[in-house]
């Protein structure tokens, strides 16, 4: 599965439709382009180049004539005479090694050599084609200049760039400029995605007034979350439906039981018994406030009420809290010592002492008398994280999933008490907070790790000052 | 006292009141909201114990109109509407206190018993007693039977709460939120262990016990 969250905008965009649509338009194109050009290019010089071989044989047929030397070079120096030598070389080199013409010969070996003639015109730059032939004892040799190639080799080379490069440049920026125009639309897409797949089921892409392959996309996707939500809303209206309609008789109940205990002798075994199933009432309303409880965290309506709290001195007071009970039941519980200063997270109080407390008593309640507990926070990074792990059995890793859900329990501790919801409330409070909640092997025993996002952090924003705890009320109920 | 039950549930209203009635206090029962509005604003009640869901008008509408209405009586609530936001919703639509149903009759008894008595205006004493113990607020100092007593801050704070509501029952979850500010209920032990750590000091070395256990309901000094 694709994480378009961790891709730089410059991948993304290149990683886009249009653009990969337009480099490929371009690269057929230009390929097309250079095929054609090449072909007219090749043909071109080709017919050029038989132009210039027959010239340069008509020059020789021109001199055949002529067969003693002196006759010769004097014909030659005459029409050298009128012949530009940036064009056309007219050379004679007679039998004493004198050259005639409008250039100088140098033999060198089988290689012939031109010089400019003392006195005479410049030579081209753009190189001869030379021929050369034995004639009235000396060497005639005769050179047309190449210069008209070259002239058609840039032409060519002009047209190419003029063809290729202005259509790269436009159908680029028109990639660009689509992918950019999309770029929105699909990253639209890919947010109510993402929020969707962590179970924010509230999540829309929502009609953009267009209709387009996009828009159809977006309109089946909120047709998708609307299914889904209303089926999850449902099941949790029915549960919470349920969980309401049977507190009440649950209530009822546990007030007749009361009633009826207070009835029953002190210390009658009638009275243990309604003692019991006045334990038993209440247990089982416990797990439906637990049940209702998870239900209103799952809503997220406790978010308005977010504010700035300080992880460390919550973590500080449940470890007071529960440190005198631990050890009374022969439990070492710790807190690692804390960093310097607040460790700020945004959130809701009651709610994280709710959940630093089920995690303590989890680990009460899941490990054996003599076990050690330890709670910590720390910040890295990226979040601020609390734990709290122990030395027991731990649970193992396939059934560590399984943990968080809801009335869940392994199956060696049906036995202890508890309802099997606290660390399902734990997780609730965890979604709540945007904090992750991890199960690791802590070798040996369990260590959960509560990661929160740390305030001020991308995306999260610190709203108005810290707040500073309040002193215990003491003088609340008077 | 004189109470007002403000409870459409027939069996719960009755426990309640006959639990009030046996305690010596008046009490007068209403089921419907709207009734009880005009009742509760006339009848010079100490304290009124609500619901949340009422026929006519629903509790929460109810204590509103009374606060708009003036009317200071004490009030709590209790009600099976027992989320974090429901509780919040409650006390700032002017309740004083909210108990969540099912309830241990001890808990609410001793709940009313904290909201009728709130002192008309507060009283700055220094120095608290309860028998021979004495607790100096402004030198933090603990001494029983002359002798001094070293105390953890939480431990000086518990006792303080005692301390200042002498003779009254206080219930576990409310030393919770009182000592801690934690407004739920642990299930560890685990108020128990402070005050038997707390006792294991002040009452341990000496002949008579000060912090009483009141069975199902919580602890008290005596003075």
């Not at chain 1, 063809?163 to 436009?170: D, G, K, R």
């Not at chain 1, 689509?178 to 509230?202: I, K, Y």
């Not at chain 1, 047709?223 to 099941?235: K, P, Y």
Request: proline share 5%.
């Amino acid at each position: 599965m694709g994480k378009p969250g961790r891709l730089t905008p410059l991948s993304r965009l290149l990683g886009s439709t249009p653009i990969r649509l337009a480099v490929g338009l371009i690269a057929v194109f230009a390929t097309v382009n250079i095929l054609s050009l090449g072909f007219a290019w090749l043909q071109l010089r080709s017919n050029v180049e038989k132009q210039i071989a027959t010239n340069l044989d008509q020059q020789i047929a021109g001199f055949r004539m002529a067969d003693d030397p002196g006759t010769l070079a004097a014909r030659v120096d005459t029409e050298a005479m009128a012949v530009d030598p940036e064009t056309r070389i007219l050379v004679f080199v007679a039998p004493g090694g004198e050259s005639f013409g409008n250039a100088r010969v140098q033999m060198r070996g089988r290689e012939i050599d031109l010089e400019e003639r003392e006195g005479g015109r410049d030579l081209g730059d753009d190189g001869y084609r030379l021929r050369s032939v034995a004639m009235a004892q000396g060497l005639l040799v005769v050179g047309e200049s190449l210069a008209p190639i070259r002239d058609m080799e840039e032409t060519f080379l002009g047209l190419l760039v003029l063809s290729i490069i202005p259509t790269l440049l436009i159908s680029l920026g028109a990639g660009v400029w689509m992918a950019l125009a999309s770029a929105r639309r699909v990253g639209h897409v890919e947010a109510t995605l993402e929020q969707l797949a962590r179970g924010n089921l509230f999540a829309r892409v929502a009609d953009d007034g267009r209709d387009d392959d996009l828009s159809r996309i977006g309109a089946g996707i909120d047709r998708m979350a609307e299914a889904q939500g209303a089926a999850m809303s449902a099941l949790r209206q029915v549960s919470t439906d349920i969980a309401h309609d049977l507190k009440t008789p649950i209530q009822r109940m546990s007030v007749l039981l009361s009633d009826l205990r207070a009835r029953l002798a002190e210390g009658s075994a009638e009275a243990g018994i309604a003692d019991q199933a006045v334990a038993e009432a209440d247990h089982a309303a416990s797990v439906f406030q637990s049940l209702l409880m998870i239900a209103q965290i799952e809503g997220g309506s406790a978010k308005s009420r977010f504010v700035c709290v300080d992880l460390a001195q919550v973590a500080a007071t449940f470890a007071e809290i529960y440190t005198p009970a631990a050890e009374d039941s022969g439990y070492h519980l710790t807190l690692e010592p804390l960093p310097g200063g607040p460790v700020p997270v945004r959130g809701d109080k009651v709610l994280l002492g709710q959940l630093i407390a089920n995690l303590i008593e989890n680990a009460l309640r899941h490990t054996p008398t003599g076990s050690r507990i330890v709670l910590g926070i720390a910040r890295d990074s990226q979040d601020v994280v609390l734990t709290v792990s122990d030395d027991g059995p731990g649970i193992p890793a396939p059934e560590r999933a399984n943990v968080l859900r809801r009335l869940y329990r392994l199956e060696h501790s049906r036995t202890t008490p508890g309802n099997g919801l606290g660390l399902s409330l734990v997780q609730a409070v965890a979604d709540l907070h945007d904090a992750r909640l991890i199960l690791r092997d802590n070798h040996p025993g369990l260590r959960v790790e509560v990661r929160f996002p740390v305030p001020g952090a991308k995306g999260v924003g610190i709203a108005g000052s810290f707040q500073k705890d309040d002193p215990p009320p003491t003088d609340r109920r008077q | 006292m004189k109470l007002l039950v403000i409870e459409d549930d027939r069996a719960t209203a009755d426990y309640v009141a006959n639990g009030l009635r046996q305690e010596g206090h008046v009490v007068d029962h209403v089921v419907d909201g709207r009734e009880a509005l005009g009742q509760a604003m006339s009848g010079g009640y100490d304290a009124l114990v609500v619901d949340r869901m009422l026929p006519g008008l629903d509790g929460l509408s109810l204590v509103k109109a009374l606060r708009a209405a003036k009317v200071t009586t004490p009030v709590i609530f209790l009600t099976t509407v027992g989320g974090v936001d429901d509780r919040i919703e409650g006390l700032q639509a002017g309740g004083d206190d909210y108990l969540v149903k099912p309830f241990a009759f001890g808990e609410l008894s001793a709940r009313i018993q904290a909201l009728a008595r709130r002192p008309a205006a507060a009283i700055q004493e220094s120095v608290l007693t309860a028998g021979n113990l004495s607790m100096d607020l402004l030198r933090r100092k603990v001494t029983r039977a002359g002798q001094e007593i070293d105390l953890l801050p939480r431990e000086f704070a518990l006792l303080e709460h005692l301390l200042r509501r002498k003779g009254r029952v206080q219930t576990r979850t409310m030393l919770l939120e009182a000592v801690w500010d934690i407004s739920f209920d642990p299930q560890t032990n685990v108020v128990e262990t402070h005050i038997s750590r707390l006792r294991a000091k002040i009452d341990k070395p000496f002949d008579k016990e000060l912090i009483q256990t009141v069975r199902g309901a919580g602890y008290r000094v005596d003075g």
